[in-house]
């Protein structure tokens, strides 16, 4: 057996695996073999292909609808009813007579906080709580008469929220989303795409005199919103601007416009 082991490492070399033995009148017979080279470089594995990641949406920007009544939809403490008050006021001065309603009947104060603003302006405040009430105070708008609802704030978060403010406002307007500007971009991304989710296809940001940055507003429109307007101080009757090109390229250079 020393001697085949010998004859097999001259003549496969020191590398070679014996597999077998088995004794005849001859000697001893053995089966062997040579382990394949390895090869020089660690073996490759074919990674899968990484999903390219869809395109950015463009910004889409754009006037505020007036084909129908305007729903301002947000977070508690977005500036929904200054925003109301601000395109009211704007109505006035106009000379159109908006028709105001509010559902915001769980704040307290709400009510008679609008309702004085619009005491101010020489209009009336009409109060629905209820799907069939808000259908019926929209009801008695003229034709071509404005409308502006002002909504209580909603955690579209909440499943039991989202659903009562979708089933409240759905099909009524279009649905307007006032988000405060200045929070960190991935929050407004994903605030404002819970929101597209309800219907919600319109962006009106406010606070933009203090948010020092645009990167939340840019976030929120990529859900798919239009930007409308953008609220910039507290003055009802100057601080609300339309979003332009211009604007936007203001902001994004840290000017304030």
Do not use: Y
């Not at 062997?32 to 470089?41: N, S, T, V």
């Not at 305007?70 to 704007?90: D, E, F, N, Q, Y």
């Not at 109060?127 to 929209?138: D, F, M």
Request: negative net charge.
């Amino acid at each position: 057996m020393a001697l085949a082991l010998a004859e097999l490492r001259r003549e496969l070399g020191e590398d070679a695996v014996l597999l077998d033995t088995r004794s005849s009148r001859q000697g001893v017979e053995i089966t062997a073999a040579i382990p394949p080279a390895e090869e020089e470089d660690e073996p490759w594995l074919l990674e899968p292909e990484a999903e390219a990641e869809p395109p950015a949406p463009d910004i889409l920007l754009g006037p505020l609808p007036e084909d129908a009544a305007l729903i301002l939809v947000g977070t508690p403490g977005a500036g929904k009813t200054l925003t109301c008050v601000k395109l009211a006021t704007r109505h006035v001065l106009a000379g159109r007579q908006p028709l105001v309603i509010t559902t915001d009947g769980e704040r307290a104060g709400a009510v008679e906080q609008l309702g004085a603003c619009m005491r101010a302006l020489g209009l009336g405040l009409a109060v629905a709580g209820s799907r069939a009430a808000l259908a019926k105070a929209l009801a008695k708008a003229t034709p071509g008469q404005p409308v502006l609802v002002d909504t209580a704030g909603c955690n579209p978060f909440d499943d039991a929220r989202a659903r009562a403010l979708l089933g409240l406002v759905h099909g009524l307007g279009h649905a307007v989303l006032v988000q405060p500007g200045g929070l960190c971009p991935e929050e407004a991304g994903e605030e404002a795409r819970a929101f597209a989710a309800m219907g919600v296809r319109h962006l009106l940001p406010t606070r933009m005199d203090v948010a020092r940055r645009g990167g939340s507003v840019l976030a929120a429109a990529r859900a798919g919103l239009t930007l409308t307007e953008a609220g910039i101080g507290p003055d009802p009757a100057s601080d609300l601007v339309r979003v332009t090109p211009e604007w936007v390229a203001a902001r994004l250079q840290g000017r304030m416009a």
